[in-house]
């Protein structure tokens, strides 16, 4: 199994700021990677998938980037509704693995 | 608008059966794989099961392996999860997803990210 390691756990940022959100994989998922955004009592949301493309309708301040075992979501300048759960997630081998997920915060 | 909605969660005794149902619309349903994630209360996303797009190719978390089995009726733009042998560690929250992205997809796998997601079905197993 892929285990899928975020960190930091929780990411206190303030409004305007820039937020660096990483996630390892303990064996390369090539590109295989996607990035989840939570809001307490919805639904996950896709944000970005094949590690770096966005998904439709996603503000252009929100990035990935990496492949093999590392990779990074950024968040350019953080707004209020930005603050939320992010999960990454590997589909490059069964049993596909999310991360425990990192909680950010505002400042 | 594409759309999944999920239904038959509810509290159910250890050791009990439940099966739920995700119905689909707003896109062509049998083109696209289909999964299952679910959520315990206060905690992050797990990966449940999976189903290709003909129903063929199945895919099962270890955790449920032998107690749940998913399936589909493309006729009815419907996919199940039947769900046996509940332990109190199943309970949470069941969100199906379509599973998208074949052309980018590893091998040996019908696809890759999982969207839109359905509003999730709440499972309850008490201890």
């Known amino acids: 199994e892929t285990v899928m390691t975020q960190s930091p756990a929780t990411l206190s940022v303030s409004p305007g700021e820039r937020a660096t959100l990483s996630c390892r994989a303990s064996q390369s998922v090539s590109s295989n990677l996607a990035w989840y955004q939570q809001k307490p009592g919805q639904v996950p949301r896709l944000l970005i998938y094949?590690?770096?493309t966005r998904a439709t309708d996603i503000p252009a301040r929100f990035s990935g980037s990496g492949s093999g075992t590392e990779f990074t979501l950024t968040i350019s300048s953080l707004k209020p509704e930005d603050f939320a759960a992010y999960y990454c997630?590997?589909?490059?081998?069964?049993?596909?693995?999310f991360g425990q997920g990192t909680r950010l915060e505002i400042k | 608008e594409e759309q999944l909605l999920e239904s038959g969660g509810a509290l159910v005794q250890p050791g009990g059966s439940l099966r739920l149902s995700c119905a689909a619309s707003?896109?062509?349903?049998?083109?696209?794989?289909m999964t299952w994630v679910r959520q315990a209360p206060g905690k992050g996303l797990e990966w449940v099961s999976g189903i290709s797009g003909d129903g063929d190719n199945l895919y099962y978390a270890d955790s449920v392996k032998g107690r749940f089995t998913i399936s589909r009726d493309n006729s009815k733009n419907t996919m199940f999860l039947q769900m046996n042998s509940l332990r109190a560690e199943d309970t949470a929250v069941y969100y199906c997803?379509?599973?998208?992205?074949?052309?980018?997809?590893?091998?040996?796998?019908?696809?890759?990210?999982?969207?839109?997601w359905g509003q999730g079905t709440l499972v309850t197993v008490p201890s």
């Open positions: 997803a379509r599973w998208k992205g074949g052309s980018t997809a590893a091998a040996g796998l019908p696809a890759d990210w999982f969207d839109p």
């Open positions: 997630q590997q589909s490059y081998s069964i049993p596909i693995t």
């Open positions: 707003g896109f062509t349903f049998s083109n696209y794989a």
């Open positions: 094949g590690a770096s």
